[in-house]
């Protein structure tokens, strides 16, 4: 069975071992691109973009180290 295209917020804090308060704040942002769907307006995000986040983060945590920002707690 393929993976789901669409994840709900709950699955996404799973994922990423965080708060869903954390998650809501990522999608406020715009840090992470999530969608409103249906009339109650349930909110998804796509698989795709979760991974393109976390690869952004890899990034930044990259750039980060290398200007020696080491806050590792």
Known sequence: MPAPRFL??????????????????????GDLKGVK???RGVWRVETSELEDYIQRMYTQTRESIRHGADDLD
Request: charged share 15%.
């Open 37 to 39: 769907l249906g009339g």
């Open 8 to 29: 709900t917020l709950t699955d996404v804090a799973e994922t990423l071992n965080v708060s869903l308060s954390q998650v809501k704040a990522l999608v406020r942002s």
